[in-house]
């Protein structure tokens, strides 16, 4: 398969800091990847990298089959970025962001016009076109800023906290913008976040990041089951003491009755066991009044290999934006 | 290549012309400015004595044309800023990512902002024209063609400058501590016959002397630097203003190719 990102043992140094301490990673065209880390992890600098924005200290990057320190002009040319802080011109309508965009990366004319019309059409803001970028909502802007990033059809999408500081309703609006341009377009998309939902439900691929290393990274089936079993909850209409020495299923790791006619079982996927499961009990003809289950999440996963919750390392990201300043300052 | 410069060029006109009540800011304190330091001092410098002193000009004829070059200065000069709202607010990210180059994008930005200021002095002569009737409209375009010559240099010493900084505090603090004594220094507001000997020095390394003489010049019809050096000719003063704003927009360009986000 065609590789669209290839990162190789990236080094960013910030005097003393070291943001991003040797990451490799590979996306494949067309592949939704997530970079999963709490704030401060190194996120924003390797997109910063990625998109050619900020020289590496050491290390490889390959975007679009180009070098970003040796050909950023052509790595630039190949990429689209929504970046974490809004970098829309106020002053100016959503129209005239557009074009003014269209005209930097080469677009002119007829083709511009048309372009600038899907695009603004994709993401519901052909209405407000011309209404000053000053007077959008939060929403409207982050959408506007998708759309200034597919207006050249640029073949990556690099999206830094695409819906960070959104309200949930918006939130699952951009998303949905996010999963079409890859139904659409096939335009292969980086995100970083530090949402597990985001992650899960877009991303085909997670690498989960804590202090500027890559600490796990798979489907994110493939992460959750790393911290081994789901819970399958069966409750039945009566329950006699051997249930559980009837029901033989693979990667079965434990079953026990819990109170009210409950049975838990301790198996590898859920989604694969509970019809298997449901077979059994219904051969004996047990009765099945309820089934539940409950799936570790990523949260689990980055508490498994950290030791700590995502939510509870606010304080590292201005710890480091700290400790960069004083680096600077010297 | 065109195309990028013309985009930016776009681009802060367009924002220009969207920030209504800075123009009309614009225009109301340049009636001020002329009308009362003008005219106070127009008729505070009657007869005939002060005609010797000004070359045959009254003081209104005198000042005038200096004004329209020194309200382009002003306003070039500041234009720098927006580079630095740029990074504030997020623009800069959108230029730098993109595959133009930066060189030109920085050039179209001067050359917007150049026009801009251009269209700050227009307004200042077109008062000047209303208070005095001795001003030459014939001499009015080569005016501002020096205008723009000179607004092109001083906007690009302005981004040079936003470039390496991140507050727009700093920067005003910059641009106040230079803009005032180069208006001062540049003979706008009184002749340089009669100051000493250091401060005509420091007169002749400012470009805005030769821009305020020159502009003088096709407006009325007197250089007054030519009569303390007759060594300086328009066309000296000419290649000396067109070489210091090329330097600088060259200046601007290599320092705004470095500027990253941190």
């Given at each position: 398969m065609?590789?669209?990102?290839?990162?190789?043992?990236l080094v960013k140094k910030y005097g003393i800091v070291e943001a991003v301490r040797g990451i490799s990673f590979h996306v494949a065209r067309g592949e939704i990847f997530g970079f999963l880390g709490p704030n401060g992890a190194g996120k924003t600098?390797?997109?910063?990298?990625?998109?050619?924005?900020?020289?590496?200290?050491?290390?490889?990057?390959?975007?679009?089959?180009?070098?970003?320190?040796?050909?950023?002009?052509?790595?630039r040319r190949n990429i689209?970025?929504?970046?974490?802080?809004?970098?829309?011109?106020?002053?100016?309508?959503?129209?005239?962001?557009?074009?003014?965009?269209?005209?930097l990366y080469g677009l002119n004319g007829q083709k511009l016009k048309e372009r600038i019309e899907e695009v603004l059409k994709f993401v519901d803001l052909w209405e407000f076109r011309y209404r000053v970028v000053r007077t959008y909502s939060g929403g409207m802007r982050r959408r506007l800023e998708i759309a200034r990033a597919m207006l050249h059809t640029p073949k990556i999408l690099f999206l830094d906290e695409p819906t960070l500081g959104l309200d949930p309703q918006t939130r699952v609006h951009i998303w949905e913008y996010i999963k079409s341009l890859k139904k659409e377009y096939g335009t292969t998309i980086f995100l970083t976040t530090h949402y597990m939902e985001e992650a899960e439900l877009l991303c085909d691929r997670v690498a989960i990041i804590?202090?500027?290393k890559i600490i796990a990274l798979g489907t994110s089936e493939e992460l959750k089951s790393m911290i081994g079993s789901d819970i399958v909850y069966v409750k039945l209409s009566k329950v006699d003491g051997d249930v559980c020495s009837r029901i033989f299923i693979e990667g079965l790791n434990?079953?026990?009755i819990i109170e009210g006619n409950t049975i838990a079982l301790q198996v590898r996927k859920a989604s694969e066991a509970i019809p298997a499961i449901l077979s059994y009990l219904d051969r004996f003809e047990i009765k099945?009044?309820?089934?539940?289950?409950?799936?570790?999440?990523?949260?689990?996963?980055f508490i498994h290999l950290t030791g700590r919750e995502m939510r509870d390392t606010e304080g590292s990201h201005l710890e480091v934006a700290r400790m960069r300043r004083r680096a600077r300052m010297r | 290549m065109l195309e990028h410069i013309y985009i930016m060029t776009y681009r802060q006109i367009k924002r220009f012309w969207r920030a209504k009540s800075r123009i009309a800011g614009m225009i109301i304190n340049n009636i001020l400015w002329l009308l009362f330091f003008g005219l106070g001092w127009a008729y505070t410098l009657r007869g005939p004595q002060f005609q010797i002193l000004f070359k045959g000009l009254d003081y209104l004829a005198f000042l005038l044309p200096a004004t329209f070059a020194t309200s382009i200065f002003q306003a070039s000069f500041m234009g720098g800023i927006s580079v630095i709202w740029d990074k504030q607010f997020g623009f800069l990210k959108e230029v730098l990512v993109a595959p133009a180059p930066r060189s030109?994008?920085?050039l179209g930005r001067a050359l917007g902002d150049a026009v801009t200021s251009i269209a700050n002095g227009l307004i200042m002569l077109a008062l000047g024209f209303a208070l005095s009737s001795k001003l030459n409209p014939q001499g009015l375009p080569i005016a501002i063609a020096i205008g723009f010559v000179m607004a092109v240099g001083f906007t690009s010493m302005g981004i040079a400058i936003a470039s390496t900084m991140r507050s727009p505090e700093g920067f005003q603090l910059i641009v106040g501590t230079i803009t005032m004594p180069m208006t001062l220094l540049s003979g706008s507001m009184f002749p340089l016959n009669m100051v000493p000997n250091w401060m005509q020095i420091l007169a002749l390394v400012s470009p805005l002397t030769y821009a305020v003489d020159l502009c003088r010049y096709h407006l009325t019809g007197v250089s007054l630097l030519n009569t303390i050096y007759p060594w300086l000719t328009q066309e000296i003063e000419i290649v000396l203003l067109l070489v210091t704003s090329l330097t600088l927009a060259f200046i601007a360009m290599k320092m705004f190719e470095k500027t990253t986000i941190e």
């Open positions: 065609e590789q669209d990102i290839v990162v190789e043992n600098t390797t997109i910063h990298i990625l998109a050619t924005l900020l020289k590496p200290t050491s290390g490889k990057a390959i975007v679009a089959g180009y070098d970003v320190v040796i050909e950023p002009d052509k790595v689209g970025v929504v970046f974490q802080d809004p970098s829309l011109d106020d002053n100016l309508t959503g129209y005239e962001n557009l074009y003014i965009h269209g005209r804590d202090h500027g434990g079953c026990k099945v009044l309820e089934v539940s289950y409950r799936r570790p999440t990523l949260n689990d996963v | 030109l994008t920085i």
